[in-house]
């Protein structure tokens, strides 16, 4: 035994494979865990946080392999230890969190069988004992009829809840050491809150040491100790939890601060008439109603935030507006007349002036097409830009969007990265001069950093070009930083609505005090402090 | 030195060949084009080389073959000679003129189906993914249809009714393996039809042939590349099927499939005269199987750029 230590790892180095050449990912990063401690690991996407998560459990992903530094586990060298001692202790005394417990889980089998399996093969209890034991935990996690939520199957249960069953699971055993890699980030601000609180209290009542990896830092600073910033395979630097929000030491520490800062200068001017209006809209998939008499007004170069949980109607409420779903019921005017229900009943002009940003732009944008195309496309449609003429349009919106024309026109989506896509999506709908552009989430995929860019740029363009969005998000940071207008959604109703200032400033309707209250603050009391202002309420 | 032997070299002096091609390519060209030779593989190199070879023996048949393709030129049955280097078949007609006319006539023939069969099974298979609903429902309706039935006995009874042309028989076998062409391309593009792109390109106001061109054949292609080496390969099976009951490639033209059945009797006595125009079509069917490998993997994006 090593007194107090559980999880030793020194100068752990690990190589990626693309192609057919080796890269180290992983580049000497060091990591002590005592017992019963907490770890935030955060970065951004390709620090390297689940690899070093992985390697703690001694195992590489396909494609990856460690090839230096010490991994001890209570006084064993994980190295040096064979395969079958590793998956001994793997799900017995280290166990896994996924980000997707929806994928994770084997949608053929009942939770409470899935949980069972790894206390019954690993020996600790048998499968009467681990379905008492199961029942219990789920009333640990505060799943709700703990009796009987083992019963159901993967698809019968919500994310959170699956999310809280799969914490239970990895407890089964009682193990030492639990990897959470991002349990919340696909969850909705309302759910992150619940499984937060969840497995921050589930880990201390066992007294559970755990890596909490994440790229929320205001997430983080809610469950762990200490903090460890990972950039492109090295540490930057690791501090107690309360010591790393008051004094962060590196640049790239206080950048990770800086996004949450970003904010658009007020607008004084009063909006004029209307851009898009909708009114009374419902909207039916099939027979199942989405949208209920949904109205709200858009106003000319400003920003309207909607926000919402997911299945709230933001996503359907673009639809409507862009054609693709016909409302049953209401209209949509577009500078004072109304808008043909359908995608195919428009004109040309009528598709121009509104344009979309997509959320995965790995999937917006034709991978086999190469920018010139992409971007040049709308132009050619619509403008009727033909040859040179083309050409230098294509090259004054690559360097609108702060790409260097030379280097990219010729370039295929594969070969940018995810933010320098999201920029070419924007682009692709400046290229049609529209009035109106309706951005779903188009920031929700990307790094804070990478977001912080996507949203400077969107502003920029508001203001020299003087367009309209219609920012679909459930991000209420986001918000804060860019909407002049705000749009609460629920459950296809809209249930606010107004000037930002005014729905950030209380008297809030109680679902918008809701969403609000549940996005997560840099401050390590702000869970604990809003749990106990909740339950105070009653 | 023994058949087998001769053989051996050949394709060895084949793949050499291909090789100081390929070298010579990565020396002179530039650009684009370079690139292209560049990640060529050897395999992809001998099939060009060897398709090349095909197109203009076949091209310049009358110029290449030493005698007329149906005329009686000797005896039966003639062994190897000087005047005849393959022999003569069981009517005495030149063996080495009548494979070179087999490699216009068949390969020509397959190559018209199956550029067909592709042409018409993946523009309406894309088509049915795209639009969905009643269209949709009828096309897959209608080729489930027509794939119940024996694909044989299918192209007997349309030859039948439509007589025994060239024409004809490119346009039944085509729109036999149409089918399954049809298939294969609408559930690849019923998987590219739900990409945001699509929609993004919808939203556009884009027309049905601009998004099948333009957004859907190009993410599409990897699989169908893939199935027409394969098709290829089968269309040569379903012609010598066809001539072997007679409504195939009428006999005095030179076919690869019917000369192997005309001349099978000399196997017998040791002979593997019969065997030659079953080895060309085995050739092609490689060669055209290298290039096609070669492009799938340009495809499918493991080699960009």
């Not at chain 1, 896994?96 to 069988?113: K, T």
């Not at chain 1, 008439?273 to 809209?281: E, I, R, T």
Request: glycine share 10%; charged share 20%; aromatic share 6%.
């Amino acid at each position: 035994m090593s007194g107090d230590i559980l999880l030793k790892i020194e100068d752990l180095r690990i190589e990626g494979r693309s192609g057919d050449t080796w890269s180290e990912i992983v580049k000497g990063v060091d990591l002590t865990l005592h017992r019963g401690e907490v770890l935030g690991l955060i970065g951004e996407s390709g620090a390297g946080k689940s690899t070093v998560g992985l390697a703690a459990m001694g195992y590489a992903r396909d494609g990856c392999r460690i090839t230096g530094g010490t991994i001890e586990f209570d006084g064993i060298d994980l190295r040096r230890t064979s395969e079958a001692q590793r998956r001994g202790l793997r799900g017995k005394r280290i166990a896994y969190v996924a980000q997707s417990a929806a994928a994770s889980f084997n949608p053929a089998h009942r939770l409470i069988d899935q949980y069972a399996e790894g206390p019954v093969t690993h020996g600790v209890m048998g499968r009467d004992k681990a379905e008492e034991d199961a029942i219990e935990l789920y009333r640990r996690m505060q799943l709700p009829d703990p009796e009987g939520i083992g019963f159901r199957y993967p698809h019968q249960v919500s994310g959170g809840q699956l999310q809280r069953a799969m914490t239970a699971m990895a407890m089964a055993c009682r193990p030492d050491l639990i990897i959470f890699d991002e349990p919340t980030t696909a969850l909705d601000v309302t759910t992150q809150i619940e499984v937060l609180a969840a497995i921050r209290d589930i880990v201390r009542q066992f007294d559970t040491a755990a890596i909490y990896i994440t790229h929320d830092l205001a997430v983080v600073a809610q469950a762990a100790d200490r903090i460890k910033v990972l950039l492109r395979g090295e540490e930057v630097e690791e501090a107690e939890t309360r010591a790393m929000l008051a004094a962060p030491r590196e640049d790239y520490t206080k950048s990770l601060w800086a996004v949450r800062s970003f904010a658009r200068p007020e607008r004084t001017d009063s909006p004029g008439a209307a851009l898009v209006s909708v009114q009374g809209v419902s909207a039916a998939y099939g027979k199942v109603p989405v949208l209920e008499d949904v109205s709200f007004d858009l106003h000319p170069g400003r920003t309207m935030a909607v926000v919402g949980e997911s299945g709230s109607g933001k996503s359907t409420t673009a639809r409507v507006i862009t054609g693709l779903l016909p409302p049953s019921a209401g209209t949509v005017l577009f500078e004072g007349s109304p808008l043909p229900p359908a995608l195919k009943s428009r004109t040309r002009d009528q598709l121009r002036q509104v344009q979309m940003i997509y959320q995965m732009a790995d999937t917006a944008l034709n991978p086999k097409l190469r920018l010139r195309e992409l971007i040049g496309r709308p132009a050619q449609m619509y403008l009727g830009l033909r040859g040179r003429a083309l050409e230098a349009r294509v090259r004054d919106l690559l360097a609108l969007i702060e790409l260097e024309p030379d280097t990219y026109i010729d370039r295929l989506p594969g070969e940018l990265s995810g933010g320098q896509k999201q920029r070419i999506g924007i682009a692709r709908a400046l290229a049609a001069e529209p009035k109106l552009i309706i951005c779903d989430e188009v920031t929700s995929a990307l790094d804070q950093i990478v977001q912080e860019g996507i949203l400077k740029l969107l502003t920029r363009l508001q203001d020299e070009l003087g367009l309209s969005y219609m920012f679909i998000t459930h991000d209420i940071a986001t918000v804060r930083a860019i909407a002049d207008d705000v749009v609460v959604m629920q459950k296809g109703r809209v249930v606010d609505k107004g000037p930002k200032a005014q729905i950030f400033a209380p008297p809030h309707e109680p679902y918008t005090e809701l969403l609000l209250s549940s996005v997560p603050e840099m401050d390590p009391d702000w869970l604990t402090g809003l749990l106990e202002r909740r339950a105070a309420q009653g | 030195m023994g058949f087998a032997a001769t053989v051996t070299l050949g394709l060895a002096g084949l793949f050499a060949l291909a090789w100081v091609i390929r070298a010579g390519g990565r020396a002179v060209l530039t650009g684009q084009s370079r690139s292209l030779v560049n990640d060529m593989p050897l395999t992809a190199a001998f099939g060009l080389l060897v398709i090349l070879i095909y197109a203009i023996v076949a091209i310049a048949a009358p110029v290449l073959a030493p005698f007329p393709e149906r005329e009686i030129v000797g005896s039966q049955f003639q062994a190897w000679n000087a005047e005849h280097p393959l022999g003569t078949d069981r009517i005495g007609r030149d063996m080495l003129s009548r494979l070179i006319y087999g490699a216009r006539n068949t390969v020509g023939i397959a190559f018209a189906t199956t550029a067909l069969a592709f042409v018409v099974g993946s523009i309406l298979g894309l088509w049915a993914a795209l639009t969905g609903g009643w269209l949709d429902q009828l096309l897959s309706r209608f080729v489930d249809a027509l794939m119940a039935i024996p694909a044989l006995i299918f192209s007997l009874l349309l030859l039948t009714i439509f007589g025994t042309s060239v024409l004809s028989l490119i346009l039944v076998i085509a729109a036999v393996d149409a089918t399954r062409v049809f298939r294969l391309a609408r559930s690849v593009a019923q998987g590219i039809v739900v990409m945001d792109y699509i929609e993004a390109a919808k939203l556009r106001g884009e027309g049905a042939w601009f998004l099948i061109r333009r957004e859907i054949l190009p993410n599409a292609m990897a699989p169908l590349v893939a199935e027409f080496g394969l098709r290829f390969c089968f269309v040569f099976l379903s012609i010598s099927s066809l001539s072997f009951l007679g409504l195939g490639i009428k006999p005095p033209t030179a076919d690869w499939g019917s000369m192997v059945r005309d001349n099978a009797t000399l196997i017998t006595f040791g002979d593997v005269t019969p065997l030659l125009p079953a080895g060309c079509i085995a050739l092609l069917t490689v060669a055209v199987n290298f290039v096609v490998d070669w492009q799938l993997h340009r495809a499918s994006g493991l080699k960009e750029g």
